[in-house]
């Protein structure tokens, strides 16, 4: 079994952030939202992973070098930017007839891998949705067995938004489909080949396809979704320890958790907290930084944030003010 996870995405929706830093890599609760993925899948036991890498590939794979040395893997590129099914398309020879786990490198989830592994027949993740006509959606009967699968329908007949993860055991039968769609298809409006046609293929040939709900479901391709999985995410590390650890105090400087400080970072005259992730070796000055994601290597002066992502290597300096303020006053300074 090997685990398929791609990241070749630009991450449009999150530049300027992407246009230096994949969208995998930016940090999140004291991690990357890849290492996230990683750590799940290798916490379950699977031990072999493909990752399709495209845009800024060289900074992916010397992230995965670095941070996990013994960890077995390949690399497949993905030159051109077709859509998911074409990037699982192109992991064909390195997947073989193995069964796979397909993890979308921006999508976060909470359930059981090993449950999702150990059964009988496919599984397609699922999570019900106000809106479902941003997603793939999958039409299940009463029992979750998957009827229909639709990529963006106009008229969804089903509130089940598939979260990307997907378990195969045909694999022969999926490579067959997506070949199929490639050759015999046009892309879709964004010049994409989705994995939603052909995993309707399959289902149109007699692959049973069981949906299992994830507990949560984290798509962290906007700035809102990243913040929030952040805060989500804190707050569950913070209650799994029982009390918030950091291994730095700051003597000048309060922090309000749940945070996640990195090593090496130097913080003075600051209100850090809560709901923020501080990459490694930042220094923050003078400033106040709540619901917020810094970068590795940055430099904060004089500045309050809120809501915020900044990336690594930014440098960004506020305006010191001197104020003697009455009684009964109120002042917005924007």
């Not at 449009?12 to 004291?30: E, F, M, S, V």
């Not at 921006?106 to 059981?112: K, R």
């Not at 298809?185 to 964004?190: I, Y």
């Not at 291994?247 to 090593?263: L, M, Q």
Request: proline share 3%; hydrophobic share 40%.
């Amino acid at each position: 079994m090997k685990a398929i996870i791609p990241v070749a995405g630009a991450g449009t929706k999150l530049r300027p952030l992407t246009y230096t830093q994949p969208k995998a890599l930016i940090p999140i609760a004291g991690k990357t939202i890849l290492s996230v993925i990683i750590d799940q899948l290798r916490d379950a036991g699977v031990t072999d992973f493909v990752f399709v890498i495209g845009y800024l590939g060289e900074k992916i794979q010397r992230y995965i070098a670095k941070t996990y040395p013994d960890l077995s893997y390949s690399l497949v590129t993905q030159a051109d930017r077709k859509g998911t099914g074409h990037a699982i398309w192109l992991t064909k020879e390195s997947v073989k007839d193995d069964e796979v786990l397909i993890v979308l490198g921006d999508t976060i989830c909470d359930y059981n891998v090993k449950e999702i592994l150990s059964s009988e027949i496919s599984q397609i993740g699922v999570r019900k949705v106000d809106d479902p006509r941003g997603f793939g959606v999958a039409e299940l009967n009463d029992q979750d067995r998957v009827l229909r699968v639709v990529e963006k329908p106009i008229i969804p007949k089903s509130n089940m938004a598939m979260v990307g993860v997907y378990y195969i055991k045909e694999t022969n039968e999926l490579f067959q489909a997506l070949e199929k769609h490639m050759a015999s298809s046009t892309a879709g409006e964004e010049g994409e080949y989705h994995l939603t046609n052909a995993l309707e293929h399959m289902l149109e040939q007699g692959t049973r396809f069981q949906a299992f709900r994830v507990n949560n479901w984290f798509d962290c391709g906007k700035k809102e979704t990243l913040l929030s999985t952040n805060a989500i995410l804190l707050k569950q590390m913070s209650e799994a320890k029982g009390v918030q650890e950091q291994s730095h105090t700051y003597d000048t400087s309060v922090i309000i958790p749940p945070v996640s400080i990195a090593e090496g970072c130097r913080i003075s005259h600051s209100i850090i907290g809560p709901n923020v992730t501080i990459g490694e070796h930042t220094t923050i000055e003078s400033s106040i930084i709540k619901d917020s994601i810094i970068g590795s290597y940055a430099e904060l002066v004089e500045v309050v944030l809120h809501s915020s992502i900044i990336g690594s290597d930014a440098f960004v300096r506020g305006l010191s003010q001197s104020l003697n303020i009455g009684d009964n006053t109120e002042i917005d300074l924007g």
